[in-house]
C-alpha cells in the first residue's frame, strides 16, 4: 500500500493570480460517484488508501474565469501518481477503453502526420534538420513521426515507464528543464505540449519555460481538453475532463489563449495539411482552413517574433 499523498492549496488564479473565486464542484475522493469513475482509470497504485477523505475543489476565478482545482497533490507526490500509479500499462488499458483516437491507429498516425507537417510550415526559418521537443512525450509516438520527416526529436517525459520505449528506440529524453538545458542547450524550432497543460500546478510558468527555449521563428502547438460548459460532470467523460487528481486545471478555447497571451505567445492560424488518398478529404481540410472555430488545440508563436 502506498502511503498518503501530501497536497498544496493554490489560493490564487493559477493563469492571472487574483484570489477570489467561486466554487463549481466540490467534495471528496471517497464519494460514491467519485470513486465509481476513479475506478475506471486502471491505476497501478492503490488510491483510495493514499487519497483517503481528501477534498477537492473544483472553482472558477471571479477576474477572469479560468477554472482550477484548488487543492491539488503536490509535485513529489505527483512523481508517484505518474511514475508508480500511471505506468504504460496502466496507460494503454484506459485508451484502449475510453480513448477510440488512439485505438483506431491508421487515423491516429493521420493526425500525428498532418501535426508535423503544419510545424514545419510554420517554421520560420529554412533548415534541413528542425529541432522539436516533446513536452511529454509518453510513448514517443510523435518523436518517431517527427524523425520521419526529418526533424531532430527529443522529449521530456516525468514517466520513465512511459518514455521506455522511446529510450529504446534511442531518442533523448529527459526528465526535466534541468537535464534537457544541460545536454541540449540550443533553441528549439518547435515545441509540442500535448495534453499536459491541464496537468501542472503552475502553467503560466510552464509556457514561460517553454516559451524561453523556443528560437524567435519557432512555433509551439498546444492541446487540452476542452472543459466549455462543464462544472458538475454528469457522465464519465465530462467526469475525465475535471478529473480532480490529474486534471487540475480546465481550459475553455478562450482561456487557453489567454493564457498564452499573458505567457508572450500570439494564436495564429492552423495551416492545411493533406495525409490522405480521397480528394473529399483534400477538400473538407481546404474548407478547413477558411473557417477555424477557436479550439482548445492551438499553434502560437513569439510575440515578439
Same mark, same amino acid.
Given at each position: ?38 475506478? &475506471? ?27 482550477? $482545482? ?34 483506431? *491507429?491508421?487515423?491516429? $498516425? ?10 514545419? *510550415? ?19 509516438? &510523435? ?55 491541464? $496537468? ?5 510558468? &510552464? ?9 524567435p521563428e519557432g512555433v509551439l502547438f498546444v ?32 482561456? &487557453? ?26 477538400? *473538407? ?21
Amino acid at each position: 500500500m502506498l502511503d498518503g499523498l501530501e497536497f498544496q492549496t493554490r489560493t490564487q488564479c493559477p493563469a492571472c493570480e487574483e484570489r477570489d473565486h467561486i466554487s463549481l464542484w466540490r467534495g471528496q475522493f471517497d464519494d460514491a460517484d467519485v470513486a465509481r469513475n476513479i475506478d &475506471l482509470y486502471h491505476y497501478s497504485g492503490d488510491w483510495r488508501g493514499a487519497l483517503g477523505t481528501a477534498p477537492f475543489d473544483l472553482v472558477k476565478c471571479k477576474a477572469c474565469h479560468f477554472k482550477y $482545482h484548488q487543492y491539488i497533490i503536490d509535485n513529489q507526490s505527483l512523481n508517484t501518481v505518474y511514475g508508480e500509479w500511471a505506468d504504460a500499462e496502466q496507460a494503454r488499458r484506459f485508451e484502449a477503453a475510453h480513448v477510440p483516437t488512439k485505438v483506431d *491507429r491508421w487515423g491516429y $498516425h493521420t493526425q500525428l502526420a498532418k501535426l508535423v507537417l503544419r510545424l514545419r *510550415r510554420l517554421i520560420g526559418r529554412d533548415t534541413d534538420a528542425p529541432r522539436i521537443l516533446d513536452f511529454g512525450c509518453g510513448d514517443g509516438a &510523435l518523436l518517431r513521426m517527427a524523425r520521419g520527416f526529418g526533424f531532430d526529436a527529443c522529449g521530456i517525459d516525468v514517466s520513465a515507464s512511459r518514455s521506455g520505449a522511446a529510450l529504446n528506440d534511442g531518442y533523448r529524453i529527459y526528465s526535466d528543464f534541468e537535464a534537457l538545458d544541460a545536454a541540449d542547450p540550443e533553441p528549439f524550432d518547435a515545441i509540442v505540449l500535448s495534453q499536459v497543460l491541464e $496537468h501542472v500546478a503552475d502553467p503560466l510558468d &510552464l509556457l514561460k519555460a517553454l516559451e524561453a527555449r523556443l528560437a524567435p521563428e519557432g512555433v509551439l502547438f498546444v492541446a487540452v481538453p476542452d472543459t466549455s460548459g462543464v462544472t458538475v460532470p454528469r457522465s464519465f467523460q465530462e467526469f475525465t475532463l475535471v478529473q480532480p487528481i490529474e486534471h487540475i486545471n480546465a481550459f475553455t478555447p478562450d482561456s &487557453l489563449r489567454d493564457l498564452a497571451r499573458r505567457a508572450g505567445f500570439t494564436p495564429v492560424r492552423r495551416p492545411s495539411a493533406f495525409v490522405t488518398t480521397r480528394a473529399r478529404d483534400v477538400l *473538407r481540410a481546404a474548407m478547413n482552413w477558411f473557417f477555424q472555430p477557436k479550439t482548445t488545440d492551438v499553434f502560437l508563436q513569439r510575440t515578439d517574433s
